[in-house]
């Protein structure tokens, strides 16, 4: 549309609140009656709630409010100067949530041409001047950035050499930044984001007045990782899309890694992206019969019916409140390229809620998986958009092995009733059956120890892992390869000023994250002595192994979807001493626009682990293109293995493998792996590629099978090697036949 740049307006904290929030203190939120919470409630037709919700007043995709924010702009001249400041603040918003830059920035400096009678100490100025820029860094986003070769200069550190080509947005936003910064010196917010713009514009850090010069020694790492260049557009995987989430893996059983993504968009579809093994991928989303799966902010893989061919799982209506009881989508793989949705006739249809968080395992050990959906509930009545407390209990989905499931949350104890954003299952006391770790927003976070009889317990408290309390993305790993599983839980919130501080060393009010490691009698807390107590805004996050040192390392993607939430996505890697390293900046990870569903994964099967990252905000406007980090290599040995239950599930979830070696000093190293699809924001492969560092040769592999109690050893295993371990078998299987890819 000509005159209009499309970029959204992201959600705050938690997102449909913030936005809620800031309307609401200009007096311009339409309210929502009870009778269209219910009309919402009732929509189960994916096409039809596409319609209700860009119909409505729905506060992310509604078009009601346009009008009603018009009328109000023209009361408001009669209300005073901070009324109608407010009026044109609240409409220039609206503009941004549907991408119309162009007209926010009208709306904002029409405001600020209005004499200001009571505004003597220039604070309606700087918040219009702070707004202002907020649009103008945004329209630079977009006229540099959404082309198929513009990511690059999208990501932190940026120099002269990918400078934005088009000025114009920078150039105004350092402008009203400058201007800002002099009426408000202290304005961590306008300081960090002034920098940013410098940065877009080739003139970091010597364009940046001293004062407010962001050193960049802040922004260098203390280890080169080498770099990973962003290969999405130019292997067939370019598209813009909004939030959603992403799985890796190989769903036609070719022995190649396919990608899925979603995309929280209502009206906007899944995509299905086909690994050909000649450098590229196809969109097959139409032919796999996926094309009418709209909207999803997360999904998951998993055989949840014992075929061998893994099935997808979607989650929708999270962070939309009452107005996301939305249901799930099971979407069985029908083995011929198609995937079919059996939602209902599994039961997980209805009743539906809010959730982007769904985790599987079998939790009773019989066999077939089980499915935790990971609910969002808010039992007291607080800024709900609707006036009413949201009563939404997680559920557990007992597999009944028939194709349907039972909801057994309420006998086994783990409805939680809190905020989640999180959940992931790992057997972190050994005892043979699955436990849940469950992170929630604004609450402490749960430990449901399995008891092996169909009930758990709640032991975060005494375990001492109840924090943070806004916290995010989850996930069971074994970080320092003890072979007991630890956990890591992402803090979230409040905003960018935040991050600001705490890249400066100043103190700040961000949440950060845990790191509990598990030390055989409960759990130690080492945040602090693994260098991670820092301050990001992590929705999407996953952990993989960069270098192959078989250390696991980790990727945060700013997920915080407000407009100014201009920080870098960010990497560590896990040094093989307790501690992790930021290499960011050295490995070119820090990607500016929000990151949701993450994913690791051998794309190219050569060896070393890819990183797959489903990009996009919140609002109509803020789309943007996937990205995927294409590992240079480091020249560590690997081995690949894929697992296949025959008494236990049959994708090996929960499944424990131990791989012992021999390096080239003689001396010998244990190297874990738990079977899952990591963190609890995006899938990576079920397929476990484990990095083998300086190993000469496989001593041992070995699997334990939970379930059966199976253990197998295997000796004589070939190193950078595909195989598969088949349960209950004494042959392992070499997959000779796996081709490597050069990505083109």
Known sequence: MAGKRWLGIGAGSTAAALLAASLTACHFLPSRSSSEVAEVDTTRDLSALCSSLSAGDDPYYGTKQRAALRERMEEAASKGYSWLVDSHVALARDHLRFGETDEAARVLLDAMEIEPPDDTRGTQRARLLEELSIVYLKMGEIDNCLSPDGALICMLPLDSSVAHRNTEGSLNAVERLTELLDIQPDNMRATWLLNVAHMTLGSYPSGVPDDYLVPPSRLRGDYEIGWFRDAAARVGLYNVTLAGGSIVDDFD??????????????????????????????????????????????????????????????????????????????????????????????????????????????????????????????????????????????????????????????????????????????????????????????????????????????????????????????????????????????????????????????PNRGTRPRLYRNDGRGFVDVTREAGLYRVHLPMGANFGDLDNDGYPDFYLGTGYPTFDAIGPNVMYRNDGRGGFSDVTFSGGFGHLQKGHGVAFGDLDRDGDQDIFAQMGGFYPGDGFPNALFENPGHGGRWLSVRVEGTESNSSGIGARIRVDVTEEDGGSRTVYAHVSSGGSFGASSLEQEIGLGAAQRVAALEVYWPTSGIRQSFDEVPLDSHVLAREGEDELVVRENIPRVSFR
């Open 253 to 506: 059983n070719d022995g190649l890694l396919d990608i899925m993504t979603s995309t929280w968009d209502p009206c906007g579809s899944m995509a299905y992206y086909h690994n050909d093994g000649n450098g590229s991928f196809s969109d097959r989303t139409v032919s796999a019969g996926l094309s009418g799966q709209l909207g999803g902010l997360n999904m998951v893989q998993a055989d949840y019916d014992g075929d061998g061919w893994l099935d997808v799982l979607v989650m929708r209506g999270g962070w939309m409140r009452s107005n996301g009881r939305i249901r799930l989508s099971l979407l069985r793989n029908d083995g011929d390229g198609t995937f079919t949705d059996v939602t209902a006739e599994a039961g997980l249809d209805y009743p539906a809620y809010p959730s982007q968080s769904a985790a599987w395992a079998d939790y009773d050990n019989d066999g077939d998986l089980d499915l935790y959906s990971c609910n969002e509930s808010e039992p007291e009545i607080g800024y709900d958009l609707v006036n009413v407390a949201m009563v939404f209990p997680s559920q557990l989905f007992r597999n009944d092995g028939d194709g349907t499931f039972t909801d057994v949350a309420g006998r086994a104890g783990v409805t939680n009733m809190r905020y989640c954003k999180g959940s992931a299952w790992g057997d972190f006391d050994g005892d043979g059956d699955p436990d849940l770790y469950v992170s929630n927003y604004g609450a402490e976070n749960r430990l449901y120890r399995n008891e092996g009889d169909g009930s758990f317990t709640d032991v975060a408290p005494e375990m001492g892992v109840t924090e943070p309390i806004n916290s995010f993305p989850t996930w069971f790993w074994d970080y320092d390869n003890d072979g007991r599983l630890d956990i890591f839980a992402a803090g979230y919130g409040p905003e960018i000023a935040d991050v600001a501080a705490d890249y400066l060393g100043l």
